[in-house]
């Protein structure tokens, strides 16, 4: 650490042996720094603000209805791209900038510095604050710019919405008009289709599997109900073989009429109920008995008609009714054999159509899923044209972004660049600083010995010892007023700048 210090405090009596280059240095560059800060052309800031709403009483009411676009992101992208170049030939064409550019490296460097003075600032509590500036030797031209920049910053954000609205409306109907007239080729391709494959179209009832799924099914339902039927006839056919077509009179009386025996019966189990319940004096039991004693003379009345007759001999009761069932079992069966011959015709039919049929049915398949596609894609776009049309008219006849310009454009009296306290303060500290690099490197170039450190550092050998110098008072006097000569120099540019510091703030009053 101590040899740290030691070569630290040797560079600085190096230094400072060089001092003179210290204020020489300075004062060249105070002097040159200096000018160049009078040199310099003063700019005015020229700044407008602007409040943009994007909070409108429409954009909840129209929620589902319309499109809504992202206004904030849309007022992001203008704020990144106002400096655009499309943009700033604008602003140099709406406030004749460009009649100046004479040529293309003119008007490169023309845009080149419109484009580095311009800027466009967001407010730090992010509510759609901005703030637009420009700097310019002239406060009318600066004036005119950030006008011109404000003008493009609104017709940009609220064109660009509208123009993105009207390409879609465009591509919407045009789509529209393609899957229109795709679903009138694709009708008429069913049209066509269906006159040509007349009677093999696939009906509400299913696909071709399910029709001959169907047709067994029914096949083998009938041929079942036949086997029954021929059964039963059958049954009834050993029957009649059994009985007799005529009886004798005497065996047809001793036989009962089975309608008035069973009604006799039905009304004896009533009259029992009522009994349970009721006297015999009641009116349901005395219409009762009399329905009863009706129905009994009527039995016997019949059974001497019987017996009366001529030969003594009738038909058969039970032949007749049998005869009466057996062709109708006849009739059924023939209807049945006529149902299971055209199901087997059926059958048959779709067995041999196997090939056309499933063919048919695939391309219909095809032609119904490609109508269904392109109505439903008709659909939709219908709804996306109803929506972009209510969009537009929104768009078109209400204020969905507001512009608010809070801060017109103004100028303020004063330039704001450059600086001139500040550069002229920092110069002479330039300068200062300046001059102590100078003379570290002329005293690194030029080196002398300060100290025994330093000889023995340069010569490699061991020190013996130092002679000390003794000075004169000639001597003494001479370096006292080489001091006193460097001191002056040092003040005096201290004193300059403070005079030129105070005629400058005496000018800016």
Same mark, same amino acid.
């Given at each position: 650490?101590?040899?740290?210090?030691?070569?630290?405090?040797?560079?600085?009596?190096?230094?400072?042996?060089?001092?003179?280059?210290?204020?020489?240095?300075?004062? %060249?560059?105070?002097?040159?720094?200096?000018?160049?800060?009078?040199?310099?052309?003063? #700019?005015?800031?020229?700044?407008?603000?602007?409040?943009?709403?994007?909070?409108?009483?429409?954009?909840?009411?129209?929620?589902?209805?319309?499109?809504?676009?992202? %206004?904030?992101?849309?007022?992001?992208?203008?704020?990144?791209?106002?400096?655009? #170049?499309?943009?700033?030939?604008?602003?140099? /064409?709406?406030?004749?900038?460009?009649?100046?550019?004479?040529?293309?490296?003119?008007?490169?460097?023309?845009?080149?510095?419109?484009?580095?003075?311009?800027?466009?600032?967001?407010?730090?509590?992010?509510?759609?604050?901005?703030?637009?500036?420009?700097?310019?030797?002239?406060?009318?031209?600066?004036?005119?710019?950030?006008?011109?920049?404000?003008?493009?910053?609104?017709?940009?954000?609220?064109?660009?919405?509208?123009?993105?609205?009207?390409?879609?409306?465009?591509?919407? =109907?045009?789509?529209?008009?393609?899957?229109?007239?795709?679903?009138?080729? @694709?009708?008429?391709?069913?049209?066509?289709?269906? /006159?040509?494959?007349? $009677?093999?179209?696939?009906?509400?009832? $299913?696909?071709?599997?399910?029709?001959?799924?169907? @047709?067994? @099914?029914?096949?083998?339902?009938?041929?079942?109900?036949?086997?029954?039927?021929?059964? #039963?006839?059958?049954?009834?056919?050993?029957?009649?073989?059994?009985?007799?077509?005529?009886?004798?009179?005497?065996?047809?009386?001793?036989?009962?009429?089975?309608?008035? =025996?069973?009604?006799?019966?039905?009304?004896?189990?009533?009259?029992?109920?009522?009994?349970?319940?009721?006297?015999?004096?009641?009116?349901?039991?005395?219409?009762?008995?009399?329905?009863?004693?009706?129905?009994?003379?009527?039995?016997?009345?019949?059974?001497?008609?019987?017996?009366?007759?001529?030969?003594? /001999?009738?038909?058969?009761?039970?032949?007749?009714?049998?005869?009466?069932?057996?062709?109708?079992? =006849?009739?059924?069966?023939?209807?049945?054999?006529?149902?299971?011959?055209?199901?087997?015709?059926?059958?048959?039919?779709?067995?041999?159509?196997?090939?056309?049929?499933?063919?048919?049915?695939?391309?219909?398949?095809?032609?119904?899923?490609?109508?269904?596609?392109?109505?439903?894609?008709?659909?939709?776009?219908?709804?996306?044209?109803?929506?972009?049309?209510?969009? $537009?008219?929104?768009?078109?006849?209400?204020?969905?972004?507001?512009?608010?310009?809070?801060?017109?454009?103004?100028?303020?009296?004063?330039?704001?660049?450059?600086?001139?306290?500040?550069?002229?303060?920092?110069?002479?500290?330039?300068?200062?600083?300046?001059?102590?690099?100078?003379?570290?490197?002329?005293?690194? &170039? #030029?080196?002398?010995?300060? =100290?025994?450190?330093?000889?023995?550092?340069?010569?490699? &050998?061991?020190?013996?010892?130092?002679?000390? /110098?003794?000075?004169?008072?000639?001597?003494?006097?001479?370096?006292?007023?080489?001091?006193?000569?460097?001191?002056?120099?040092?003040?005096?540019?201290? $004193?300059?700048?403070?005079?030129?510091?105070?005629?400058?703030?005496?000018?800016?009053?």
């Amino acid at each position: 650490m101590d040899e740290l210090l030691n070569q630290l405090m040797g560079y600085v009596r190096a230094t400072w042996h060089r001092r003179w280059y210290i204020v020489i240095v300075a004062w %060249i560059v105070s002097i040159a720094g200096w000018f160049w800060v009078y040199t310099l052309p003063s #700019r005015f800031e020229a700044s407008a603000r602007v409040y943009v709403d994007t909070q409108t009483l429409l954009k909840p009411l129209l929620g589902g209805l319309t499109v809504q676009p992202d %206004i904030d992101q849309q007022v992001r992208l203008m704020t990144r791209t106002l400096v655009s #170049r499309p943009n700033l030939e604008k602003v140099a /064409r709406m406030t004749d900038m460009d009649i100046k550019a004479k040529t293309p490296q003119q008007t490169e460097a023309m845009l080149d510095g419109l484009a580095s003075h311009i800027k466009m600032e967001a407010s730090a509590t992010g509510n759609n604050l901005y703030t637009i500036a420009y700097q310019n030797e002239h406060p009318e031209l600066a004036k005119r710019v950030v006008q011109a920049l404000l003008t493009i910053f609104v017709e940009s954000s609220l064109g660009k919405s509208r123009k993105d609205l009207s390409s879609s409306r465009k591509f919407i =109907d045009e789509q529209l008009k393609v899957y229109e007239q795709k679903l009138i080729d @694709t009708e008429n391709a069913m049209k066509e289709f269906k /006159r040509k494959h007349m $009677g093999l179209m696939p009906g509400e009832g $299913g696909d071709y599997y399910a029709k001959l799924s169907a @047709t067994t @099914t029914a096949l083998h339902q009938a041929e079942l109900d036949l086997r029954e039927a021929t059964d #039963r006839r059958n049954q009834l056919k050993s029957q009649l073989a059994d009985e007799e077509p005529e009886i004798s009179a005497a065996a047809i009386q001793t036989q009962s009429n089975p309608e008035l =025996d069973a009604r006799i019966q039905a009304l004896q189990k009533n009259l029992d109920t009522l009994r349970l319940t009721y006297t015999d004096l009641h009116p349901d039991i005395v219409s009762t008995k009399r329905l009863i004693k009706e129905l009994e003379a009527q039995k016997k009345q019949e059974a001497k008609t019987i017996k009366s007759s001529g030969d003594g /001999r009738a038909l058969n009761p039970v032949y007749q009714q049998l005869t009466v069932a057996i062709a109708e079992a =006849d009739a059924t069966v023939a209807s049945l054999k006529a149902r299971v011959d055209e199901y087997q015709n059926r059958l048959s039919q779709l067995k041999k159509a196997v090939d056309s049929t499933l063919d048919v049915e695939a391309e219909y398949t095809q032609l119904t899923r490609d109508y269904g596609m392109y109505k439903e894609n008709y659909a939709a776009m219908l709804a996306r044209s109803e929506t972009a049309s209510l969009s $537009g008219e929104v768009e078109s006849k209400t204020d969905v972004v507001d512009f608010r310009v809070i801060d017109p454009p103004r100028v303020p009296l004063k330039p704001s660049w450059p600086n001139r306290p500040l550069l002229i303060s920092l110069v002479p500290l330039v300068g200062i600083l300046a001059g102590i690099v100078v003379a570290f490197l002329v005293s690194q &170039l #030029r080196r002398t010995v300060t =100290d025994r450190r330093v000889l023995r550092e340069l010569t490699g &050998l061991p020190l013996l010892g130092s002679v000390t /110098r003794i000075e004169t008072d000639a001597v003494k006097l001479k370096k006292r007023k080489g001091l006193i000569a460097y001191a002056l120099s040092f003040f005096s540019l201290i $004193g300059a700048y403070g005079i030129l510091l105070t005629l400058q703030m005496f000018m800016a009053r």
